[in-house]
């Protein structure tokens, strides 16, 4: 079974800019996986970032953008805040109906 | 407002049964695939399934496959998920979301919690 890799952790200064990336244990991602990403504080529902590659979802500020980076999907994190501090997570489509997150990523701000 | 309000957690005996609700409000529930998520306890996010607008066609995570089963009723503008006998791994809190298509999903509910455990 293909597994969504992800960064573990991850750590940005303030104002600075970090890249998380997604990417498969076997193969590349590309958009036909339909990657999106999605931003979680403790105890809170995820919050929808990103979708199909590189569509920001309303209300999203243009500091986070998506791309394909290489052989793995990435979310571009540019002025990095204090409470952009939380999980990040991507999700990907492997076809027949199945989707798969990634383990997730948990940002830094510091 | 477009909203998902999940119900029907709680704590269930391993072997047990539980269903869980979600309502919708504020869009035409019947245009939309729909899906369940769960999370468990301080772990990451899980797809567990999702189901077409009229029901006709569903999809299961290989863990749950067999033992849950997701449902609609459009008239209602409600989405359920029917977990049959639950195992301790199946402690999560389950999140109900909307699919808008091109890989998004939301809105998201707040999500219920259910605690498998004797």
Do not use: H
């Amino acid at each position: 079974q293909t597994v969504v890799t992800q960064e573990p952790s991850f750590s940005v200064s303030p104002g600075g800019t970090v890249t998380l990336t997604c990417g498969l244990s076997s193969g590349s991602v590309s958009t036909s996986y339909y990657p999106s990403w999605y931003q979680q504080t403790p105890g809170q529902a995820p919050r929808t970032l990103i979708y199909n590659t590189n569509t920001r979802s309303s209300g999203v500020p243009d500091r986070f953008s998506g791309s394909i980076l290489g052989n793995k999907a990435a979310l571009t994190i540019t002025g990095a805040q204090a409470d952009d501090e939380c999980d990040y997570y991507c999700l990907l489509y492997m076809g027949s109906g199945i989707w798969v997150f990634g383990g997730g990523t948990k940002l830094t701000v510091l | 407002e477009v909203q998902l309000v999940e119900s029907g957690g709680g704590l269930v005996q391993p072997g047990g049964s539980l269903r869980l609700s979600c309502a919708a409000s504020g869009f035409t529930f019947s245009n939309y695939w729909m899906t369940w998520v769960r999370q468990a306890p301080g772990k990451g996010l899980e797809w567990v399934a999702n189901i077409k607008q009229d029901g006709s066609a569903t999809y299961y995570v290989v863990s749950v496959k067999g033992r849950f089963t997701i449902s609609r009723d459009n008239a209602k503008n409600s989405l359920y998920l029917q977990m049959n006998s639950l195992r301790a791994e199946d402690t999560a809190v389950y999140y109900c979301a909307r699919y808008r298509g091109d890989g998004c999903f939301d809105p998201w509910g707040q999500g219920t919690l259910v605690t498998v455990s004797s």
